[in-house]
């Protein structure tokens, strides 16, 4: 029984030191699900396990094993991550404020057209991001020449691109889509520029410090392996243990009734 005691106990450090290699940091809270992503993305392309979680309003939640945390906070510092949270123009002009004006009703109406035209052209053959900009009109100045003849609406978009894209048949067709989203833009006041999206990079070969951090994640499981046979181990001694004391047992009070008999 002493040799049973000191066995569990010595596996119950073993688990609490599977515990404290399994543990995991919160590196980020509170982003938003494009930040999150944007930070999980890079820490997996350099082999560092990350995880994101949803806290409710709080937002995302980044987390990586602790061996891991001082390479994720120096990698993130490296690629200045997490990117600044896009401007959205509801937080600008909130639709429940207590005071409308229609300024605010114009700027949620054309914020609201350029995310749909941003989806649009995302589905494009080749277009791989897109943002569009619509000209906001500040209102006119009472007695001014504006208040007579409202500006001409611009529309501009920045779209990136993949590799083996014809750049002249993609422009004109999105001049195009925009020219026709709107009914009084003229085509020149339509302006697109295209740039080559990043090429998608390869995994780097582990080196020797990934190569310890990897090896690291690994000791969590065999040690878990290693504590259940070690478990299963110390129960079917301590069953073996107990079938013989009870077989001892019966069999001196066998041997007891032989010789109460006998008598």
């Known amino acids: 029984m002493r040799a049973f005691d000191r066995s569990t106990r010595a ?12 543990t995991r940091t919160e590196l980020l809270q509170a982003l938003d699900e494009r930040q999150a992503n944007e930070v999980v993305s890079v820490l997996l392309r350099h ?46 002009f909130p639709s429940d404020a207590m005071v409308s004006t229609p300024l605010g009703e114009r700027a949620r109406l054309l914020s609201a057209i350029e995310q749909r035209l941003e989806e649009t052209l995302a589905t494009l053959d080749g277009v791989q991001s897109a943002r569009v900009h619509v000209s906001y009109d500040a209102g006119p100045v009472a007695g001014s020449l504006q208040q007579r003849r409202p500006p001409a609406m611009h529309v501009a978009a920045v779209l990136a691109h993949g590799q083996g894209v014809d750049e002249e048949v993609l422009l004109q067709r999105v001049k195009r889509l925009l020219r026709n989203a709107f009914v009084d833009v003229s085509y020149d006041n339509v302006s697109v520029v295209l740039t080559p999206a990043a090429a998608a990079r390869s995994l780097s070969v582990t080196d020797a410090g990934t190569a310890g951090a990897t090896g690291r994640r690994w000791l969590g499981p065999v040690l878990l392996l290693v504590l259940l046979g070690g478990l299963g181990w110390a129960l079917l001694r301590r069953a073996g243990a107990a079938r013989a004391f009870i077989g001892h047992r019966f069999r001196r009070a066998s041997h007891g009734d032989r010789h109460a008999t006998t008598d």
């Open 11 to 22: 596996l119950g450090l073993l688990a609490l030191l599977v515990l404290a290699g399994c």
């Open 47 to 92: 082999n560092i396990d990350a995880q994101k979680r949803l806290q409710g309003k709080d937002g995302f939640v980044v987390r990586v094993a602790s061996d891991d945390l001082a390479d994720a906070i120096d990698l993130i510092a490296q690629q200045q991550l997490p990117s600044q949270p896009r401007t959205q123009i509801s937080t600008q």
